[in-house]
């Protein structure tokens, strides 16, 4: 699978751009991408309707915006870009707004980018990285940060008040405990959550017990008797309705002790990991 240093070559990345509000900023990003080669003019277009479709969710943590669409035609080679705002904007996110960083995404498949994904995850949930990110002087100084550390991950501290083993029979017979983490087209924002989430159930122990599926708004409502719960947005908890299962919203998806807090609640656990990412 591609490096995330590979997908995001210097050419795509702006600094210091301005935006006179979130539509312009996400044409920002995804005129970067038309650009670098990786897409239409309109797959831009589709990266707005997503938005106007689907409400702000792709604010998944304070400050940032991760811009995508679906999978199509409009997509040439994955690949995506990053602008950070001179000045930041609403999106309308009731808990992350105003952004000041988008990060945009051109997936050709819902498979290739998987790994660069769970690495820009790591890195903006990394306080000391996300900042050296944030600071950079050049396209070349944050390009230069990406790849330096995009390949690498710290192993995950122990918790202190690690919760016991959970069941070893979940509710899907499936043979493990399913959660479901959910966005617009399951080719991005779900991917956030999903490694945060992963490295909370690595802290516990729990992995071999527990995993962790990211999935798009239509699927998850065929594969909800699978899960335990489903883990997304605001707005996308709102599209989804009742699938008969519990339907738990994160505003960070960065965020490794919201995402501890979620967990226990889903599970009925007592206790708190102070340890934050974020």
């Known amino acids: 699978m591609a490096e995330l240093s590979e997908l995001l070559p210097v050419a795509a990345v702006r600094l210091d751009v301005r935006a006179a509000d ?96 769970a690495a820009l995850a790591r890195l903006l949930a990394d306080p000391v990285t996300s900042a050296a990110l944030r600071e950079a002087a050049t396209p070349e100084a944050l390009h230069a940060v990406l790849a330096g550390t995009s390949g690498t991950a710290a192993t995950p501290a122990p918790v202190e008040d690690t919760p016991a083993p959970v069941d070893e029979q979940p509710r899907s017979g499936h043979g493990l405990h399913k959660i479901l983490t959910v966005c617009g087209n399951g080719v991005g924002t779900s991917l956030f959550l999903k490694n945060t989430l992963e ?29 335990v719960a489903i883990l997304t947005s605001r707005e996308i908890a709102r599209t989804l309705g009742d699938v008969g299962v519990p339907v738990k919203v994160v505003e960070d998806f960065t965020s490794t002790a919201e995402a501890d807090r979620v967990l226990r609640d889903t599970y009925a656990v007592d206790g708190m990991d102070d340890t934050d990412g974020a």
């Open 199 to 227: 490295q909370v159930l690595d802290r516990w122990g729990w992995s071999r017990y527990v995993t962790v599926e990211a999935t798009d708004t239509i699927s998850a409502k065929g594969k909800a008797s699978e899960a």
């Open 22 to 117: 979130w539509r312009a900023a996400v044409r920002a990003a995804g005129g970067l991408m038309v650009a670098t080669g990786a897409c239409t003019d309109a797959y831009t277009e589709e990266m707005l309707d997503n938005v106007t479709e689907n409400g702000p969710y792709i604010v998944v943590a304070p400050g940032f915006a991760f811009a995508h669409a679906r999978p199509s035609p409009a997509v040439l080679h994955t690949g995506m870009s990053w602008v950070r705002l001179a000045e930041p904007v609403e999106f309308g996110h009731e808990t992350n707004d105003p952004v000041d960083l988008v990060v945009a995404l051109a997936a050709r498949d819902s498979g290739a980018h998987t790994e660069a994904m």
